[in-house]
C-alpha cells in the first residue's frame, strides 16, 4: 500500500501556514498549519501525509546546507516513501519537507530532508470566503 496521497479534505477550515523543517531553521511555531478557510487541498503525487505519531525524531544535520534527518516508525506507508517525496503533517510535529535520502531499517525508517517548495506538494487548494 502507498503513503496517504492526493487529496486531503478539510471540512469548515481556512487557511494553510507552512514552515520547513529542520526546527532551527525558522522558529519554534513549525509545521503545516490548517486553520478556517480552506475547503479543500489537493495534494500533488510527490506529497506523503505522515501522521505525527510515526515521527520519532527530527534533527538538524548541516544548517549551511538545510538538511535535516527524520527518524520515522516503519510501517507500510513510511517504507514507500522515497527520494523526490514532499513530507507533510500537521501541529507541533508539523514537516513541510522534501525527500533526498531514504533508508528503510528493521524497526524505522531514517529520511535525510531539505527544505520543500509550496508547489511540489499543493496542486490546488480550495478557499471559502
Not at 520547513?20 to 489537493?42: C, F, K, N, Y
Not at 501525509?49 to 527518524?71: F, G, K, P, S, T
Amino acid at each position: 500500500m502507498k503513503a496517504i496521497r492526493n487529496t486531503l479534505s478539510i471540512v469548515g477550515f481556512a487557511t494553510l501556514a507552512f514552515a520547513a523543517t529542520p526546527p532551527l531553521l525558522a522558529g519554534d511555531d513549525q509545521g503545516v498549519r490548517l486553520s478556517p478557510l480552506a475547503e479543500e487541498i489537493e495534494l500533488t503525487e510527490k506529497a506523503v501525509v505522515i501522521d505525527n505519531a510515526w515521527i520519532l525524531d527530527d534533527q538538524l544535520l548541516d544548517l549551511e546546507q538545510q538538511r535535516a534527518q527524520v527518524v520515522l516508525e516503519r510501517n507500510e506507508h513510511t517504507e514507500a516513501i522515497e527520494p523526490g517525496s514532499v513530507l507533510l503533517s500537521e501541529g507541533d510535529k508539523g514537516l513541510f519537507d522534501e525527500v533526498f535520502e531514504v533508508e528503510v531499517l528493521e524497526d524505522r525508517v531514517e529520511v535525510i530532508t531539505g527544505p520543500a517548495v509550496l508547489t511540489e506538494a499543493v496542486e490546488r487548494l480550495k478557499i471559502e470566503h
